[in-house]
């Protein structure tokens, strides 16, 4: 069963006399578990469609269901409770609250959580980051942490609500080769025990590791590869490690 | 987001910038200060006044010289007796004439204030004599020379005996002391109570004034409840006295306590509200102060911003928290100054200013204080609220 479902994805904005059409016409179907990587040049439209997908922005035509719900006439707070729930987020820049600890970063959504009444906020946050292997770095503050501890925290953030998806903005970018295949056999392995991803890259060998690739150009679909061989997914040819 | 939850964040982000939080307050903090203290200020001189008028007695009926100056005065002696025979509900009655006045006799001489007045008059005052006796209805109408003073003018001229049986000169008219009252203190507004000399107000009329009419009839009403009911029949009476035609307006004017307090703290009341509006500007410029800085938190925590409204929060939350982080800097501000203000008023009545600060003040300045804090937060945070998520968490 498909989790996001895109139909006629067209987000076009207007500047003056010209109209820059950054998706124009996108149908993209992606089911329960997958491991997707939207790839394109930039000014393709990727970071365009990625910001449909998270909800944080709407296409001017076209439908979007999301875990079987038709997005599109949704308001500002349904728009921000859908992210609440049914999406996680993981940028290329981290987005951590500086100055506020680990646990107190992943427990963030939860506190948006209008349905969470009663719920226990820390234990689920510690959970989450022990899920992602820093239960000793619970009370360690951004700067305290190195670049792929503070991606690792960023995923918890995104997992503690268990959404139907997480969509990852270049989640290697700010990072080194080693700290972006732990990074990536990180996703890897939560993809493995059933979560959704979407992965925006325009890094081929990060791409890899998706089951799927989508090619955006000119804000269209232009080739989708699938990956039917899953032995084929493995670790970058540089770091010659066992990822 | 749950109302504690906001609290405690809005305490964090605020502790984050200690200097900058303390300087935001700052505003609030002198502006609640120095309203409190202007407001208590003046309650107290108000109170003042009253006390003051209060000490002359407890249901007191004052008749006094129409206001204006073309007004004629034609109170007289006989108004009194009049009044003192006719009026039911009048308990006592007395005609006054005041005179600035140097006594001499003793050790030397002293400048004071000569009261010719009736035996009446101590009851409405409720006074009484410590030493010797008082004046009777006799002396008064056989307009004899005799005294009654005060303690102070006792100390000041007779400072080593007793005072009662000698004779002093008032306007080198000399008169027998046979008197001299209880000590009354000073009085609220620090005036000397006791620099006093009574004397009969025939006496006074004709030696000391030269003048038949009084400047005021002082009466006390049988009972507090029956003052409504004295100041009628004191009017009708006098218009009688005077005779009125019924059209004609009063050549008297009479007050009651109520109104003389009044008319008394009214000018302490107009200075007091005048005092806290200007301290009321410069909590409004505090206000200004803190949405000037909620503005540039706001710009500069534009990621974090974004960062909220990525994980699901929604606008009425961010709103909501920049609000409360205005409202707690302000209230907290309204707190400090609230106890600054208390602080500052002991040490004024140390000082001998009198500082009357109302529960009900403290509470309406606190809330006043979290008006501020809502009234200039909500433009800051309206705009942190109105921001999109995509461009929030592209800022740097």
Redesign the interface.
């Known amino acids: 069963m498909a989790v996001i479902e895109l139909k006629g994805i067209k987000r076009h904005y207007a500047f003056g006399e010209v109209t820059v059409k950054a998706l124009d016409g996108v149908d993209v179907s992606i089911e329960r578990t997958e491991f997707v990587a939207i790839m394109g040049a930039s000014g393709s439209g990727k970071s365009t469609l990625m910001?449909v997908i998270?909800c944080?922005?709407v296409p001017s035509s076209g439908t979007y269901i999301l875990d079987g719900l038709d997005t599109s006439g949704a308001t500002?707070?349904g728009l921000?409770?859908?992210?609440?729930?049914k999406i996680g987020?993981v940028?290329q820049g981290f987005?951590?609250?500086q100055?506020t600890t680990a646990l107190e970063n992943v427990e963030?959504?939860l506190?948006?959580?209008r349905a969470g009444g009663g719920r226990n906020v820390e234990k689920e946050a510690r959970a989450a980051l022990e899920r992602v292997g820093l239960g000793e770095r619970l009370h360690h503050i951004p700067n305290q942490l190195s670049g792929g501890q503070q991606q690792r925290v960023a995923i918890a953030?995104a997992l503690v609500?268990r959404p139907a998806i997480i969509i990852a903005d270049e989640p290697t970018g700010n990072l080194d080769t080693e700290m972006s295949n732990e990074i990536m056999s990180l996703f890897k392995e939560l993809n493995e025990s059933g979560i959704t991803i979407v992965m925006v890259t325009h890094e081929a060998d990060i791409a890899l590791w998706a089951g799927r690739k989508i090619v955006l150009r000119d804000g269209r679909v232009i080739r989708e590869e699938h990956k039917t061989d899953a032995a084929a997914v493995r670790p970058l040819p540089a770091d010659g490690g066992t990822a | 987001?749950k109302a504690s939850?906001l609290i405690r964040l809005s305490l964090r982000s605020i502790l984050?910038n200690r200097m900058r939080s303390l300087l935001t307050t700052l505003g609030i903090i002198i502006g609640v200060c120095s309203v409190i203290v202007m407001v208590a200020v003046g309650e107290g001189s108000q109170a003042s006044i009253r006390d003051n008028i209060s000490s002359m007695g407890t249901n007191l009926i004052m008749i006094t010289p129409p206001r204006g100056q073309n007004a004629a005065n034609r109170l007289v002696i006989e108004d009194v007796e009049k009044i003192r025979k006719e009026g039911a509900y009048v308990g006592a009655a007395s005609g006054v004439v005041r005179s600035g006045s140097t006594v001499v006799g003793g050790i030397g001489n002293w400048p004071t204030t000569v009261y010719g007045v009736e035996p009446d008059y101590l009851r409405i005052k409720e006074w009484n004599t410590g030493a010797g006796d008082f004046f009777t209805e006799r002396d008064v109408n056989t307009r004899v020379k005799k005294a009654v003073i005060g303690t102070t003018v006792a100390k000041q001229l007779f400072p080593d005996e007793d005072p009662v049986g000698k004779r002093f000169r008032i306007a080198n008219t000399p008169f027998d002391i046979v008197g001299v009252l209880e000590s009354k203190g000073s009085n609220a507004m620090g005036s000397d109570q006791d620099d006093i000399v009574m004397v009969p107000l025939s006496t006074a009329i004709s030696r000391l004034r030269r003048s038949k009419y009084l400047q005021s009839i002082e009466i006390s009403a049988v009972s507090e409840d029956r003052m409504d009911d004295a100041q009628a029949e004191v009017e009708t009476i006098l218009r009688e006295a005077h005779r009125l035609g019924p059209d004609a307006d009063n050549d008297f004017s009479v007050m009651n306590q109520a109104q003389i307090i009044e008319m008394a703290s009214s000018i302490a009341k107009t200075l007091t509200m005048l005092l806290g509006a200007i301290a009321g500007v410069s909590l409004l410029v505090g206000g200004i102060g803190i949405m000037n800085i909620m503005l540039v938190s706001v710009t500069e925590r534009t990621?974090?911003i974004?960062?909220?409204?990525?994980?699901?929060?929604?606008?009425?939350?961010i709103l909501r928290q920049f609000l409360t982080e205005s409202v707690v800097l302000s209230l907290s501000g309204g707190l400090i100054g609230i106890l600054l203000a208390v602080g500052l008023s002991h040490l004024l009545e140390f000082v001998g200013l009198r500082a009357i600060i109302s529960p009900f003040f403290i509470l309406l300045s606190a809330g006043f204080a979290a008006a501020v804090g809502i009234f200039f937060g909500y433009y800051p945070a309206h705009k942190a609220s109105a921001m999109n998520?995509?461009d929030a968490?592209r800022a740097d």
Not at chain 1, 80 to 85: C, F, G, L, P
Not at chain 2, 306 to 317: E, F, H, P
């Open positions: 910001n998270g944080l922005d500002d707070d921000a409770d859908i992210r609440n729930k987020f940028f987005n951590l609250l100055k963030l959504p506190l948006y959580d953030r609500t | 987001m939850t984050r990621r974090e974004g960062i909220r409204l990525s994980v699901g929060a929604r606008r009425r939350d998520p995509i968490l």
